[in-house]
């Protein structure tokens, strides 16, 4: 018993010290990132002060460069200099009423230089909010922006919807917040396939299932694949089960090559009532059921579902990466609805 007692004691305090190690590259990351802030807008206010911006500032930088290399080694050639530069004007033109401290620099310096080349301010808010709260990684962060996670939300938002998105990035309170049309999937590879079957598709999104959570968003889960029940001795399997911890509530996705039937929305149907009815706990909210499919009617999709609906939903899905300009112009036709 007492070897246990040791182990158990052992393991807590290592995980005490990792914590401690997160914290403290985390703290260190933060006076990075706000040094660089800092030496971004003393480089600014000197180079203000020059007759000839373009000419002395380029002197100053190459000139800053050399002796702050020689005295700190490494990180501060004449391009980073300029990256930093670049940082302040960027942040403190989008935070013009605030006054930027050290806590509010919480991502890593690679974060916030992918986040400096998105043009629009408005998109630059919300990729920096979903980046903070989720902790995505720079490689996340990166695969976010390349399949227009932005662009896709806006799509079932009006405009004040949209404007949210930048002030306080997505937010789950109803089952349409988090649905998403089209779902990209290009992780998975089947673009290079001419034809694959709805197994293969859901074999491949097992594989991948870190990333495919990713792809669904915030509160997600996996409960299981090919999910069996059984009443009036027949057997009936969902594809795949997830339940999203915000909206305390199953999801239940059922997967479509082809272009989706009127019968695929009456088996979600069917399937969302067996859950409510025999699966989920009072306390839990409404089951949630969405189609991925490769083509669909939405006047057949609204004329199927009945007009309250807010439990079954039909998404696209991609197997490649969108081109954020066509993205752009279904916004803006949504918007003209």
Not at 243 to 267: C, E, M, P, S, W
């Amino acid at each position: 018993m007492s070897e246990i007692i040791k182990t158990e004691l052992v393991e807590r305090i290592e995980q005490l010290i990792i914590e401690a190690k997160k914290r403290t590259i985390s703290a260190v990351n933060t006076a990075m990132v706000y040094t660089y802030y800092e030496i971004g807008r003393m480089i600014v206010d000197d180079e203000q002060q020059g007759e000839e911006r373009a000419k002395y500032g380029k002197a100053v930088l190459k000139e800053l460069s050399i002796r702050l290399t020689n005295k700190f080694g490494k990180g501060f050639s004449v391009e980073n200099l300029d990256r930093m530069r670049y940082f302040y004007k960027t942040y403190s033109k989008t935070n013009s009423s605030t006054v930027l401290t050290n806590s509010y620099f919480t991502l890593s310096w690679s974060h916030y230089l992918k986040l400096m080349r998105i043009d629009n301010p408005e998109e630059r808010s919300f990729y920096e909010i979903e980046a903070r709260e989720n902790n995505w990684s720079l490689r996340e962060l990166q695969r976010q922006f390349d399949s227009s996670l932005y662009e896709r939300l806006q799509l079932s938002r009006d405009k004040d919807g949209i404007k949210d998105l930048a002030k306080q990035g997505q937010i789950i309170e109803t089952p349409k917040d988090v649905i998403k049309d089209p779902y990209i999937l290009e992780f998975l590879g089947l673009d290079e396939l001419p034809q694959y079957s709805e197994s293969e598709l859901e074999q491949r999104l097992i594989d991948h299932l870190q990333t495919f959570l990713l792809e669904l968003g915030k509160g997600f889960t996996f409960v299981g694949r090919q999910v069996r029940f059984t009443f009036d001795e027949q057997h009936f399997r969902v594809d795949l089960v997830f339940y999203n911890r915000l909206l305390r509530a199953f999801v239940l996705i059922d997967l479509k090559r082809g272009t989706l039937k009127h019968q695929d929305l009456g088996q979600m149907q069917m399937y969302i009532n067996y859950y409510d009815r025999f699966v989920k706990t009072d306390d839990e909210n409404s089951t949630i059921g969405i189609l991925l499919c490769t083509d669909k009617s939405d006047a057949m999709v609204e004329i199927t579902l009945p007009q309250d609906n807010n439990q079954i939903f039909a998404s696209k899905y991609q197997t490649y990466l969108p081109s954020k300009e066509e993205l752009q112009k279904l916004i803006e036709d949504n918007l003209k609805k």
